[in-house]
C-alpha cells in the first residue's frame, strides 16, 4: 500500500480518536544482524549532552506504571529509547523477551526472583537487585514493592484514557466477548449482551472491570465501594507526580518534558496503530459502559482535572511549545516514513509496519520506527536477558559487562526498606 493511501487511513482513525495502540510484533521479524549495529548508532545519535540548562537536571530514575489499552505503549517506546542510550536498568523479567508481562507477579523475596539483575550487579546476587533505574512493564501500582525495587529518587507517572474508550478496545483486544459463550454478528452487538448483565461477567476476564484502578493498585473488592476508591486516588495523586491522558497525549509529553527536564528529541515519537478495531456505540450504551466502570471514571475524571490544572500551572508558553512538538513530528513522519505496509499479527488482526525513507535523519528514524521491538532485546541482553545459552554456561556474568557490584543498592537498600523517594532537583 502507497504511504498517501496510508496516510489517509491514519487520518481517518486519527479522527474516529481510538488513539494510539500498538500491536507487539513478533520479535522474530528483526534479525540479529540488524538490531546489533543499530545499538551502536543509537547511542552516537542520543547520548550527546541534552539541552541542560543551569536551572535542572534530567529525570534518570522513574517508574512507569503502565495501563492497558491506553496508549501507554507508545510512551514505552520514548522511554525505552532514553534509558537504553543512557546505560539505564530496567525492572524486566527474567524470561520474556517482548515486553508483555501482564499481572505476571513479582518474586522478590528471600534468595529467589524472577527478575533480571541491573546492570553491573551479577547473576543470583539477589540481595542487589534493587535501586532500578526505569520501570516500564506492566507491574500493577503497590507503592511498597516499587519502592523496594527502584532507585530511591525515583518519579512516578502513568497514563489514563477515558473509560468507555478503554473498555471497549479491552473488550476486543482482550476477547472479553468471550465470556458471554455466543457468537455475534459484530462486536455492538457482543457488548450490548455485556451489559444487559455485566454483573455475571466481570470477574470472569480480568479486563471486564475498572481495568484501569486494578492496574493503578486498588483490589476489586473495593469496585463498589465510592469513599475507598476516593481514597486511593487520593493516595495515587500523592505518589504520582504526572498522570498522562491518552486524549491529550501531546499536551502530556509536553508536561513529561518539564516535570522531567528532557529535552524535544526524547519525546518524539511516530504512533504505530491498530486499524479496524473502533466499536460504535451510542449515548445510551456508552453510558451503561461508564456506569458498570463507576470506578475508572471517577479515577479518570480526577486525573483529566488534575492533567488542565498542570497545564495551566505551566504557564503561557504551552501552546508554542505544542505547537513547536507537532511540527517536528509531522516533519518527522514526512522525513522517515516511506510507506506503511499491513501485515497480520498472527491472530487474524492486523497492524501497520512502516517503511522508512533512506537518507535525511536515518538513524533517528531507526530509532522511531518498530525501533521498541529491537530496544526491547537490547535492553533484555544488556541485563542479561536474552542470550539463554550463555545464562546456561555461566548463571554468573552478564554478557559484555563487566562485573562489580552496584555499591549504592548495597548501602541504601534492606529488603524491608520504606524509603521514600525524595524529589530530584526541580525546577
Ligand atoms: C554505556 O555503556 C557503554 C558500555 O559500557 C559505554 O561505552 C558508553 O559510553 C556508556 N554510555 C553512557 C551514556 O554512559
Ligand atoms: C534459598 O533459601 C531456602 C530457604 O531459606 C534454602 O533452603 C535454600 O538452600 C536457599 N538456596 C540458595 C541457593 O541459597
Ligand atoms: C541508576 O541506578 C544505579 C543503581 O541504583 C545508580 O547507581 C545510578 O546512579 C543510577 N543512574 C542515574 C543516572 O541516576
Ligand atoms: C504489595 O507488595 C508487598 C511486598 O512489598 C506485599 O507484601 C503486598 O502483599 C502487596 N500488596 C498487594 C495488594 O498486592
Ligand atoms: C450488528 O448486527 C446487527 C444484526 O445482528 C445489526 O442489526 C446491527 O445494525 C449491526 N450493528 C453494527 C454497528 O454494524
Ligand atoms: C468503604 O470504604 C471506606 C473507606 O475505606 C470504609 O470505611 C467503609 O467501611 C467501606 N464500606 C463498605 C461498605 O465496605
Ligand atoms: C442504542 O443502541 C442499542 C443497541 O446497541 C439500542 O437497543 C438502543 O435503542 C439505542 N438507543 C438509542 C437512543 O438510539
Ligand atoms: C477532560 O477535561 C477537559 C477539560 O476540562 C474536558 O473538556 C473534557 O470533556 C474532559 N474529558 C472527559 C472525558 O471528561
Ligand atoms: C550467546 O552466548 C553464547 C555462549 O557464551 C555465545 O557463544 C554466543 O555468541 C552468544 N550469542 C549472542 C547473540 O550474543
Ligand atoms: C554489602 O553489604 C554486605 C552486608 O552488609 C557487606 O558484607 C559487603 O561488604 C557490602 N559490599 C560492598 C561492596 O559494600
Ligand atoms: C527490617 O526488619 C527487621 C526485622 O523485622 C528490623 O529489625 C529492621 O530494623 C528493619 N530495617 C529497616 C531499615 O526498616
Given at each position: 500500500?502507497?504511504?498517501?493511501?496510508?496516510?489517509?487511513?491514519?487520518?481517518?482513525?486519527?479522527?474516529?480518536?481510538?488513539g494510539?495502540?500498538?500491536?507487539?510484533?513478533?520479535?522474530?521479524?528483526?534479525?540479529?544482524?540488524?538490531?546489533?549495529?543499530?545499538?551502536?548508532?543509537?547511542?552516537?545519535?542520543?547520548?550527546?549532552?541534552?539541552?541542560?540548562?543551569?536551572?535542572?537536571?534530567?529525570?534518570?530514575?522513574?517508574?512507569?506504571?503502565?495501563?492497558?489499552?491506553?496508549g501507554?505503549?507508545?510512551l514505552?517506546?520514548?522511554?525505552?529509547?532514553?534509558?537504553?542510550?543512557?546505560?539505564?536498568?530496567?525492572?524486566?523479567?527474567?524470561?520474556?523477551?517482548?515486553?508483555?508481562?501482564?499481572?505476571?507477579?513479582?518474586?522478590?523475596?528471600?534468595?529467589?526472583?524472577?527478575?533480571?539483575?541491573?546492570?553491573?550487579?551479577?547473576?543470583?546476587?539477589?540481595?542487589?537487585?534493587?535501586?532500578?533505574?526505569?520501570?516500564?512493564?506492566?507491574?500493577?501500582?503497590?507503592?511498597?514493592?516499587?519502592?523496594?525495587?527502584?532507585?530511591?529518587?525515583?518519579?512516578?507517572?502513568?497514563i489514563?484514557?477515558?473509560?468507555?474508550?478503554?473498555?471497549?478496545?479491552?473488550?476486543?483486544?482482550?476477547?472479553?466477548?468471550?465470556?458471554?459463550?455466543?457468537?455475534?454478528?459484530?462486536?455492538?452487538?457482543?457488548?450490548?449482551?455485556?451489559?444487559?448483565?455485566?454483573?455475571?461477567?466481570?470477574?470472569?476476564?480480568?479486563?471486564?472491570?475498572?481495568?484501569?484502578?486494578?492496574?493503578?493498585?486498588?483490589?476489586?473488592?473495593?469496585?463498589?465501594?465510592?469513599?475507598?476508591?476516593?481514597?486511593?486516588?487520593?493516595?495515587?495523586?500523592?505518589?504520582?507526580?504526572l498522570v498522562l491522558i491518552t486524549e491529550y497525549f501531546d499536551e502530556s509529553l509536553i508536561l513529561l518534558k518539564k516535570l522531567?527536564?528532557?529535552?524535544?528529541?526524547?519525546i518524539?515519537?511516530?504512533?504505530?496503530?491498530?486499524?479496524?478495531?473502533?466499536?460504535?456505540?451510542?449515548?445510551?450504551?456508552?453510558?451503561?459502559?461508564?456506569?458498570?466502570?463507576?470506578?475508572?471514571?471517577?479515577?479518570?475524571?480526577?486525573f483529566n482535572?488534575t492533567f488542565w490544572k498542570k497545564v495551566r500551572q505551566y504557564?503561557?508558553s504551552f501552546d508554542n511549545d505544542l505547537r513547536e512538538f507537532r511540527?517536528?513530528l509531522?516533519?518527522?513522519?514526512?522525513?522517515?516514513?516511506?510507506?506503511?505496509?499491513?501485515?497480520?499479527?498472527?491472530?487474524?488482526?492486523?497492524?501497520?509496519?512502516?517503511?522508512?525513507?533512506?537518507?535525511?535523519?536515518?538513524?533517528?528514524?531507526?530509532?522511531?520506527?518498530?525501533?521498541?521491538?529491537?530496544?526491547?532485546?537490547?535492553?533484555?541482553?544488556?541485563?542479561?536477558?536474552?542470550?539463554?545459552?550463555?545464562?546456561?554456561?555461566?548463571?554468573?556474568?552478564?554478557?559484555?559487562?563487566?562485573?562489580?557490584?552496584?555499591?549504592?543498592?548495597?548501602?541504601?537498600?534492606?529488603?524491608?526498606?520504606?524509603?521514600?523517594?525524595?524529589?530530584?532537583?526541580?525546577?
Open positions: 500500500m502507497r504511504w498517501s493511501t496510508m496516510f489517509i487511513m491514519v487520518i481517518c482513525v486519527m479522527v474516529t480518536g481510538f494510539f495502540q500498538l500491536w507487539l510484533a513478533p520479535n522474530k521479524i528483526f534479525k540479529a544482524t540488524t538490531w546489533v549495529p543499530l545499538s551502536k548508532r543509537i547511542i552516537s545519535r542520543i547520548s550527546s549532552p541534552n539541552e541542560i540548562t543551569n536551572r535542572c537536571k534530567p529525570v534518570q530514575n522513574f517508574a512507569f506504571v503502565k495501563t492497558h489499552k491506553t501507554s505503549t507508545t514505552k517506546t520514548v522511554i525505552n529509547r532514553f534509558g537504553y542510550a543512557r546505560n539505564l536498568s530496567f525492572i524486566l523479567y527474567e524470561d520474556s523477551s517482548t515486553g508483555h508481562f501482564n499481572y505476571k507477579k513479582i518474586v522478590a523475596s528471600g534468595n529467589k526472583t524472577n527478575i533480571l539483575p541491573p546492570i553491573g550487579v551479577m547473576f543470583g546476587d539477589f540481595d542487589h537487585y534493587r535501586g532500578y533505574n526505569i520501570s516500564n512493564v506492566h507491574l500493577p501500582y503497590n507503592h511498597s514493592l516499587y519502592r523496594q525495587l527502584m532507585h530511591p529518587k525515583s518519579l512516578y507517572i502513568s489514563l484514557r477515558e473509560p468507555s474508550s478503554q473498555w471497549l478496545s479491552a473488550f476486543r483486544y482482550f476477547r472479553v466477548y468471550k465470556v458471554l459463550k455466543r457468537q455475534f454478528s459484530n462486536m455492538t452487538d457482543a457488548v450490548e449482551e455485556f451489559m444487559k448483565a455485566p454483573d455475571r461477567y466481570k470477574n470472569k476476564n480480568a479486563y471486564a472491570w475498572n481495568n484501569q484502578l486494578l492496574d493503578l493498585g486498588l483490589e476489586k473488592v473495593h469496585f463498589s465501594n465510592k469513599t475507598k476508591i476516593m481514597k486511593h486516588v487520593k493516595l495515587l495523586e500523592k505518589d504520582l507526580k522531567f527536564c528532557w529535552s524535544m528529541d526524547d518524539i515519537y511516530i504512533k504505530q496503530r491498530e486499524q479496524g478495531s473502533h466499536i460504535t456505540v451510542n449515548d445510551t450504551l456508552r453510558r451503561k459502559i461508564l456506569d458498570f466502570n463507576s470506578g475508572d471514571s471517577q479515577l479518570y475524571g480526577f482535572k504557564g503561557p511540527t517536528r509531522k516533519d518527522l513522519e514526512k522525513q522517515c516514513i516511506h510507506e506503511g505496509i499491513e501485515k497480520p499479527a498472527g491472530d487474524g488482526r492486523i497492524y501497520i509496519q512502516y517503511v522508512k525513507k533512506q537518507g535525511v535523519e536515518e538513524v533517528l528514524c531507526d530509532m522511531l520506527i518498530n525501533v521498541d521491538f529491537q530496544m526491547e532485546t537490547l535492553i533484555q541482553s544488556r541485563q542479561g536477558g536474552t542470550n539463554s545459552s550463555y545464562r546456561a554456561e555461566n548463571k554468573k556474568e552478564q554478557s559484555g559487562i563487566p562485573i562489580q557490584k552496584n555499591t549504592l543498592a548495597n548501602q541504601t537498600f534492606t529488603k524491608n526498606s520504606t524509603t521514600y523517594p525524595q524529589d530530584t532537583e526541580i525546577n
